[in-house]
């Protein structure tokens, strides 16, 4: 594997924190970070489910690969040197409990300090 693409929700301040975090650790696989649902994403993965990727954290190899959720969060873990050895032991059957645990809260506290959409979030209808 290459290069990472991380589709983060840009609107929402932990997904922005951690993108931040990500980028300023040192990559072993290189990470591109770009919003989810953007223009940028669309035109690179159009058979994505774009809704989708504004609830949950989606990363796609260059091959093709996609991984969300969990597995998203392991892979960005696995890009990087000081997080290598760690994302390998959430990726077994010891590790993964506290992986699905991390991501759960992780989108608890988004769900809970997130500013109220008001129409913001749903995405738009595409032109027929």
């Given amino acids: 594997m290459q290069r990472l693409t991380v589709l983060y929700d840009a609107q929402c301040s932990l997904c922005v924190h951690l993108r931040h975090w990500l980028l300023r650790q040192r990559q072993l696989v290189p990470l591109e970070l770009v919003p989810a649902a ?7 993965f159009p058979a994505l489910d774009h809704e989708s990727t504004l609830r949950e954290i989606t990363v ?3 091959r093709g690969q996609v991984y969300r959720s969990t597995a998203g969060w392991i892979v960005c873990l696995w890009a990087l040197a000081e997080y290598r ?3 390998h032991w959430l990726s077994t059957p010891a590790g993964q409990p506290f992986a699905k645990v991390t991501v ?4 608890k ?3 809970i300090t997130a500013a109220p959409c008001e129409g913001r979030c749903e995405l738009p209808v595409a032109p027929g």
């Fill in 38 to 44: 953007s223009e940028e994403a669309r035109r690179r």
């Fill in 60 to 62: 796609i190899g260059d």
């Fill in 85 to 87: 050895p760690r994302a």
């Fill in 104 to 107: 759960l809260a992780s989108a």
């Fill in 109 to 111: 506290y988004r769900e």
